[in-house]
């Protein structure tokens, strides 16, 4: 009766049948739901679309009645926006349409027995306003309104609706934004994304925007902001621009992501979202934790007079006394309420999310020497390492617009954007350089707990302002002030000593204690202004451009450690000992450790302008002009005399242009030139001794300038689908990367740190594809990325003499982060009575994770197949019912040296496991997993969610 639900039935039968069998059947059930869409067959007489008549937005779920003179059939319109009628007897019909908040409408047909389609667009009444006149703004919440967005975009830009994000397994900006072709995320310590990386370039290459202007990063260290802390609920839609118009701030390379928030509706509007869930490795392992509220937000130092000499008394016990039971259940809930008033004058929408989650991973991490003598590493040493992590992330959202006159709108816009995160990580490390015998169970072994708060916040208020000048003169400002901040107070690590003897753990030996305190602000305040002007050129309509942005940004860190030895070295403690709080500790530095280069201010002022035009030479457009802009930054050291200032101008030029072949299809060609910019650190002549190795800045790192290219094919069919073919070119000067380096001054002392790099270039295909089926739909994108850079790198040779001696030579591999395939595919039904489903898919390839000193000794991560799934009901009226399950498959994230040492042969925990899905496709792409040096393993645990989701609006 309904063969548009074979392939469901199909697809569930299977899943039923792969879950009593292995993970072979994994692959032939994608496959087989994948190709069933295409068999999907109706004998329709009559069909029809229903779209806005302005936006052209296909309208989901609108009620068609067919009357003729013998009956009466009613049906509602699909995904797609159409409606079809079956077995329809020669006669005249009249087809009326119904959707709420839209005007009714009704046309008289003939049908004659053949094959009748029909197009129906509906007007929306809340755009028939009095005294006020509206004009009808797409606002791209909707597919169909992104889809066009991107059609008439003057550059490349790819567009998420806020329905597509409401509909997706996706809680956090970070993860949203995977789902846009070219992108890859780059993933924190409890598996969930945090930075995006687009069409290959490193984080760092990128820049993100809220309401199309750039906000500061809480980073300590960084430009880059991390999207984890946005909730992604609070979005009107999600834009990336791969290409920069000269009106564009000029130092993104991979791209800029723009958080575009949600606008004040026609209506009077209240959503609201309550959720609960789970995280599958907390019901199977119990949660570690501290006490919170023993976190002491400042410092000793800081507390009290400058010559202060701390004492033991003053460091709470709480953070080194550990509970474990289970968690609490994930909680996730949201509220927004808007409207217009004074006869639609003002505009204000609000909104507040709140998200508590409970996240974690298990590791195994391997440390290992590799002097040059093999290149794949001798493991040294074993670590089982367990994160746990409690994350609360909240924001608020103000929005508001005020029309002064039909010529003069106001906008207000604030943001205050909250994730504190209280983690736990649990070392267990087994040593194999000394004393190890496998066989009876014999190592010494090292045990190390760490307590950490992170409180990371953005305040973004911005006010802006559009006027028309004259008839074709106009003018928009902004004004904007951005504050971020990284808070870690008190962030207590304790190391003990232990014997492995007859295969059971014991602590010996308290080792150390520290504890350290680090926080930055950064403080912006920009002005924008865009002055445009309207004319006719020959029969041609032109527009000039030009305006000036103007940025002082000042940056503030602080850091002071203490550092404590236990007053009994040789106490011995019992097995797996944790009552920490016992132990009696001396302290080394009572005055702790400010004065070092994590303590530090700088400033930055960026002085831009630009000229453009935009000239519509019938089916061709073309914008055209340059940018320039200035830069002054500079640093100083808060306890020294050492500062450093860097400064310098450069030219941008840009050109975009966009053919329209036909109606629904564009071709697009653009070349911009970039920079970008070092980090506010990374110019500091710091030096930080890390757990795993020292890393350094360097005050001589130089901005990266890139020529990009782009052409793109775009076709779209109709108003929600689209197929879209891109080429993409970069060439990099002076890119920046981070690499292990040799100190010459102190012999073989190895650092990580930032240096500039010769010529780089980078260079992908892009590829999107949705299309709708009626009740079903497919999304699916593709980038294939190829980049080179070549650095300089150890390499052992043999001398004159017979002697093996360390040389330097040149290597060329892939850029930092890149992966060289990236896909996404998204299966979709949605039936018109409330039925959303999505099962979603992520493909990343095998990139660097880090870059080695020697030659072909780089550290890679393994490809990572990721599926997930949502689903959303319509219970009664305004009331929806929804669940997202993410990481169904328990996708590992897995680092890895190429090749094997047989030193390594009583190494335990080798084994490199991946689903029988990924290891299809990575067959496919050439990738194996055999013949390889298992470095780093990290597992995360599927986690699920149910809510309820209510709206109400009033007509």
Not at 55 to 77: N, P
Not at 141 to 167: P, T, Y
Not at 451 to 458: A, D, G, V
Request: aromatic share 12%.
């Amino acid at each position: 009766m309904y063969p548009q639900l074979y392939p469901i039935g199909m697809f569930v039968f299977i899943q039923y049948y792969r879950t009593l069998h292995n993970q072979k059947y994994q692959m032939r059930t994608i496959v087989i739901f994948f190709l069933s869409l295409f068999f999907i067959k109706a004998n329709a007489q009559i069909e029809g679309l229903v779209t806005d008549e302005k936006t052209k937005e296909t309208l989901v779920g609108a009620v068609v009645l067919l009357t003729g003179s013998s009956e009466i059939r009613a049906t509602l319109t699909g995904l797609d926006g159409s409606f079809i009628f079956n077995q329809v007897d020669t006669g005249s019909y009249s087809i009326d349409i119904t959707y709420a908040s839209y005007d009714d409408k009704s046309i008289n047909t003939h049908y004659n027995g053949s094959k009748l389609k029909i197009q129906i667009g509906l007007i929306d009444a809340s755009t028939k306003l009095s005294e006020v006149t509206v004009i009808g703004v797409n606002s791209g919440d909707q597919d169909a309104g992104a889809r066009l967005m991107e059609k008439k975009a003057d550059m490349v830009i790819n567009v998420v609706s806020a329905k597509a994000i409401e509909l997706s397994p996706d809680l956090t900006v970070a993860n949203v934004v995977q789902r846009v072709s070219g992108i890859s995320i780059e993933r924190n310590s409890n598996g969930d994304g945090q930075h995006a990386i687009l069409r290959g370039m490193d984080k760092r290459y990128n820049y993100t925007m809220v309401n199309g202007v750039k906000i500061p990063s809480p980073d300590n260290k960084y430009r880059y902001v991390p999207l984890d802390i946005f909730p992604s609920d609070l979005l009107q839609r999600l834009e990336v621009y791969k290409s920069l118009t000269p009106s564009m701030e000029g130092d993104a390379v991979g791209g800029a992501v723009n958080m575009e928030m949600k606008d004040a509706p026609q209506n009077f509007t209240v959503t609201t979202n309550l959720a609960g869930g789970v995280n599958q490795l907390f019901l199977d392992n119990s949660f570690m934790r501290y006490d919170k509220s023993a976190v002491n937000r400042y410092s000793p130092y800081e507390l009290n007079d400058e010559g202060y000499n701390a004492k033991v008394s003053d460091f709470n016990t709480g953070l080194v006394t550990y509970t474990k039971r289970n968690s609490a259940p994930n909680l996730i809930g949201g509220v927004s309420a808007g409207g217009r008033i004074l006869k639609n004058r003002l505009g204000i929408i609000t909104a507040f999310s709140f998200q508590n989650t409970f996240r974690g991973s298990i590791s195994e991490f391997f440390d290992f020497a590799n002097v040059g003598t093999d290149i794949v590493p001798t493991l040294t040493e074993a670590r089982n390492r367990r994160y746990f992590e409690q994350q609360t992330r909240s924001g608020i959202h103000l929005k508001m617009d005020y029309q002064l006159h039909k010529k003069h709108i106001i906008k207000l816009y604030l943001a205050y954007i909250k994730l504190d995160n209280f983690q736990t990580r649990d070392t267990r490390s087994l040593q194999m350089s000394f004393g190890y015998n496998p066989s009876i169970g014999e190592a010494n072994l090292a045990f190390n707990t760490r307590s950490r708060s992170t409180e990371q916040t953005i305040l973004t208020p911005t006010l802006m302002g559009e006027h028309q000048l004259m008839k074709r003169l106009t003018l928009k400002w902004s004004a904007v002030y951005g504050s971020a901040a990284n808070r870690q107070p008190e962030n207590t690590t304790i190391n003990f000593l232990g014997k492995q003897e007859n295969f059971i753990d014991r602590k010996t030996f308290v080792n150390e204690m520290t504890r350290r305190w680090e926080r930055n602000r950064d403080n912006d305040l920009a002005i924008y202004t865009h002055l445009s002007y309207n004319t006719i050129i020959s029969t041609y309509s032109s527009v000039f451009s030009t305006g000036f942005l103007y940025r002082t940004k000042d940056r503030y860190n602080f850091y002071n450690n203490y550092r404590f030895v236990p007053t009994n070295p040789n106490a011995v403690y019992g097995v797996n000992y944790v009552n920490n709080e016992d132990i009696s500790w001396s302290l080394v530095n009572p005055r702790g450790a400010v004065a070092t280069a994590l303590a530090y201010e700088s400033d930055e002022k960026i002085l831009a302008s630009y000229i453009q035009n935009k000239t519509e030479f019938n089916k061709l457009h073309v914008i055209f002009g340059a940018r320039l802009e200035s830069t002054n930054q500079g640093y100083a050291l808060t306890y020294e005399t050492t500062e450093g200032r860097q400064k310098y101008i450069d030219i941008l030029p840009s050109i975009q242009a966009k053919y329209a072949l036909t109606n629904k299809t564009n071709l697009r060609t653009s070349y911009f030139r970039s920079i970008n910019r070092p980090g506010f650190f990374e110019i500091v002549p710091y030096l930080i001794v890390n757990e795993d190795y020292q890393e350094r800045g360097n005050p001589n790192l130089k901005r990266a300038k890139v020529n990009n290219y782009d052409i793109r094919f775009e076709y779209f069919p109709k108003p929600s689908e689209q197929f879209m073919f891109g080429f993409f070119y970069k060439n990099l000067k002076d890119p920046i990367e981070y690499t292990i380096q040799i100190d010459e001054r102190r012999g073989q002392d190895q650092f990580l740190g930032p240096g500039n790099f010769g010529i780089a270039r980078n260079l992908g295909i892009e590829l999107d594809y949705i299309k709708y089926f009626r009740l079903f739909g497919i999304k699916t994108n593709y980038t294939y990325t190829n980049s080179s850079i070549t650095t300089q790198k150890s390499k052992r040779i043999t001398d004159f003499n017979g002697n093996f001696v360390m040389t330097q030579v040149d290597q060329t591999r892939p850029l930092y982060g890149q992966a060289d395939h990236v896909a996404n595919l998204a299966f979709m039904f949605k039936h018109p009575k409330g039925i959303d489903i999505q099962l979603a898919f992520n493909y990343t390839g095998k990139r660097i994770q880090t870059v080695s000193q020697f030659v072909d000794a780089d550290l890679w991560q393994l490809p990572v197949f990721l599926a997930d799934f949502s689903a959303e009901i319509k219970l009664y009226k305004q009331w929806h019912f929804f669940a997202k399950a993410n990481n169904l498959l328990n996708s590992p994230m897995i680092i890895y040296a190429n090749g094997i040492n047989q030193t390594n042969s009583n190494v335990p925990n080798q084994e490199i496991e991946i689903s029988g899905v990924q290891r299809f496709i990575d067959g496919l792409l050439g990738v194996s997993s055999n013949n390889k040096t298992l470095i780093q393993k990290d597992f995360y645990g599927p986690s699920y969610l149910m809510g309820i989701r209510y709206r109400f609006s009033k007509d």
